[in-house]
Nanobody, 115 residues
C-alpha cells in the first residue's frame, strides 16, 4: 500500500508564500496522475491541483494563477508552490492519486493564512 507523507505547512500572512511537499512510498508514484486536495474546517475535501504523468497541470479556479504543482518522479515527491495566499486558503492539504484516490490518506499538512 502506498504511504503518503505531506509536509511544509505553516502559518503565513495573507499575500505570503508557502511550499508544501508530499513524499510517496513505492515505485508506482511515477505511473499515476496525482492531485493536491485540501479540506477546511466544516467543509468537504476539494481538489486543488492535478499533474499528470506527462506533466500536464490543471487547477481549481480559486487557486489558478497563484498555485503551481510539480513532481519529481525520481524522488517520488509531489510539490505545491503557493503564492499570494489568502485566508480562504486555510486548510489541511493532502496529496493522493487522481482521479481515483488510493484508499489511505496521509496526515496532511496544515496551512493557515492570517488576514
Amino acid at each position: 500500500q502506498v504511504q503518503l507523507v505531506e509536509s511544509g505547512g505553516g502559518l503565513v500572512q495573507a499575500g505570503g508564500c508557502l511550499n508544501v511537499s508530499c513524499a510517496a512510498s513505492g515505485s508506482i508514484f511515477s505511473i499515476n496522475d496525482m492531485g493536491w486536495y485540501r479540506q477546511a474546517p466544516g467543509k468537504p475535501r476539494e481538489l486543488v491541483a492535478v499533474i499528470t504523468t506527462g506533466g500536464s497541470t490543471s487547477y481549481a479556479d480559486s487557486v489558478k494563477g497563484r498555485f503551481t504543482v510539480s513532481r519529481d518522479n525520481v524522488k517520488n515527491t509531489l510539490y505545491l508552490q503557493m503564492h499570494n495566499l489568502k485566508p480562504e486558503d486555510t486548510a489541511v492539504y493532502y496529496c493522493n492519486r487522481w482521479p481515483t484516490s488510493w484508499g489511505g490518506w496521509g496526515q496532511g499538512t496544515q496551512v493557515t493564512v492570517s488576514s
